[in-house]
Every structure is written in structure tokens, then in C-alpha cells.
């Protein structure tokens, strides 16, 4: 059920990953990227919310990300908080997060 939510090429590096996160913590990681984004807004004014609904194969296709950074790239937060989390459980790092901060600001 999992993998429904994930375009299919994301499908083999999902079954891969074993380790399973609770819901607690993934409704953590949400809260966390919205405040990501809102950081990064306050931040930088000409970064938004918005989405994308092209190509079918991006992650977080339709789903809340951040638009305005160069070359039309954009940022799907909770993609990236959700990376952090799950490496995070091979490899804790404390500056993870705001490597991922540092990584959006770099695209402005």
C-alpha cells in the first residue's frame, strides 16, 4: 500500500528499504517540511507554495512543494524531510536538516 503513494521508479528503492517508520513519525516529518518551506519563504520572498502537475513521474507529483528557484526547479519538502528521516535511521546526523536548508537556498 505503501508504494501506491510513489511513482514507479521509486518502487525497488522502496521495497529495498526494510526499516519501517510510524505514522507518528511521518506526520512529524510533515509538520517539519511545511516549516521547512516556511522558513525558506521568509527567507527568500520569491520562493512559494505551489504545485506541479507535470511530469507523472515526479516525486510529490500534485502535492504541495516550492517554486521560484532558478531555472524553474522546484522543491517538494516533505520528499526531502521524509530522505532525512529514513537515512537518518542508518546514519544519524543532527546536521542533516539544515544541510537540506542550505541545498534549497544553493537553487535560489
Known sequence: AEILNYPKWMHDIIRQNTSKISLNTLII???ISAYLGE???KNHPQIRWGYLSKPKTLHGVNRPRLLGFVDGLSAYTYGKVEVCVRESIEAPDKMYLYN???ICVNMI
Open 39 to 41: 522558513v525558506i519563504i
Open 100 to 102: 537540506v536548508y542550505e
Open 29 to 31: 516529518a510533515y509538520d
